[in-house]
């Protein structure tokens, strides 16, 4: 991969994780569709041209799961906790991707990190999108 290709690949992935925090999604098939609001204020989200609304008999919104960014990282490859000598929450580092580039998503050092060979590059994360990954991954290392 060329540098700018690798940092239009790691600002995608942070641009992606701002827009799940920002958002509400839902899952359907193993993808994920916005959730919207129409005119009226009702909420649905179109699934592969099929309106999902809250409250419809036959395509109910509240039917679908819900997509977070818990889900985003369900899969990941790895995951390194950094905690201080009382054993307390600093960050975390998740592997998100391997083999070919490796992709890191790092609260401590707020980007989405590439690797690949001698190459690497870095594209910062929303505080927002920090916050959210710190608040899950502080509750799941609590719970070890």
Do not use: H
């Not at 960050?91 to 083999?99: K, L, P, T, Y």
């Amino acid at each position: 991969m060329k540098n700018n290709e690798d940092f239009e690949y790691v600002k995608r992935i942070a641009q992606e994780l701002e827009e799940l925090v920002n958002n509400e999604y839902v899952s359907f098939n193993g993808d994920f569709y916005k959730v919207e609001e129409d005119e009226n204020g009702d909420r649905y989200a179109n699934v592969d041209g099929v309106i999902y609304k809250e409250g419809d008999d036959e395509n109910d919104l509240n039917d679908l799961d819900y997509f977070g960014i818990w889900d985003y990282f369900e899969d990941c490859f790895d995951i390194e906790y950094t905690c201080d000598a009382q054993k307390e929450y600093k960050a975390v580092r998740i592997m998100i991707a391997c083999g070919g580039p490796n992709i890191y998503v790092n609260t401590r050092s707020g980007d989405v990190e590439l690797y690949w060979w001698t190459e690497s590059a870095r594209y910062p994360l929303a505080k927002e999108v920090i916050e959210e990954i710190d608040g899950f991954f502080e509750e799941q290392f609590n719970c070890i």
